[in-house]
């Protein structure tokens, strides 16, 4: 099973800021099958990014995904109030189990 | 427009059982690896079990393989997942999510709004 690790676990930006979120996996992701979500409170998880780089359908271009074989990151440009939420990776290399990252939470300063 | 609802969450006793359904709608469902996904109170994501659009292959994570079972009816655009011998570690919202990828390299495009499974005596 594939351990992600997600760092740092909170981000505090201001509002314009950039926000850079890690993810780091514990042997390599094949095809850079990773992907990132975000999660607002008590709503339920928002595909962002598949395939490391591409962004899901209706995702702002501030929202960039790169990196491949261990390392990803997550990159927003400029943070808006709406992007203000936790984030996950999750990797789908192999066949289950898929596993997720333990998030990284961006708050606002 | 993709939708999907779940139903069927609640308090249950330790050792007692439990059916989900999840309702979809807006794509063609019988062609569409479906998965349940769970989310403890105030924790991360953890997949929970994934089943392919006919439903002949299932895979489950180890923390409920052999109590959980996931199943669909076609006929009825809804995805199930049986959950017998609740534990209070099972505590969690349940989510209902599209699967999207190719042989079994998935990733999830769509979610539900999630049901809440509570277990305590």
């Known amino acids: 099973e594939i351990v992600l690790t997600q760092s740092p676990a909170t981000l505090s930006l201001s509002p314009g800021e950039r926000a850079t979120l890690s993810c780091g996996a514990s042997q390599s992701v094949s095809s850079s099958y990773l992907a990132w979500y975000q999660q607002k409170p008590g709503l339920a998880p928002r595909l962002l990014i598949y395939g490391a780089s591409s962004r899901a359908t209706g995702i702002p271009d501030r929202f960039s995904g790169s990196g491949s074989g261990t390392d990803f990151t997550l990159t927003i440009s400029r943070l808006e109030p709406e992007d203000f939420a936790v984030y996950y990776c999750q990797q789908y290399g192999s066949s289950p189990p898929w596993t997720f990252g333990q998030g990284t939470k961006v708050e606002i300063k | 427009e993709v939708q999907l609802l779940e139903s069927g969450g609640g308090l249950v006793q330790p050792g007692g059982s439990l059916r989900l359904s999840c309702a979809a709608s807006?794509?063609?469902?019988?062609?569409?690896?479906m998965s349940w996904v769970r989310q403890a109170p105030g924790k991360g994501l953890e997949w929970v079990s994934g089943?392919?659009?006919?439903?002949?292959?299932?895979y489950y994570a180890d923390s409920v393989k052999g109590r959980f079972t996931i199943s669909r009816d076609n006929s009825k655009n809804t995805l199930y997942l049986q959950m017998n011998s609740l534990r209070a570690e099972d505590t969690a919202v349940y989510y209902c999510?599209?699967?999207?990828?190719?042989?079994?390299?998935?990733?999830?495009?769509?979610w539900g709004q999630g049901t809440l499974v509570t277990v305590s005596s």
């Open positions: 089943l392919s659009g006919t439903g002949g292959t299932t």
């Open positions: 807006g794509f063609t469902f019988s062609t569409q690896a």
């Open positions: 999510a599209k699967l999207r990828g190719y042989n079994w390299n998935y990733y999830f495009d769509y």
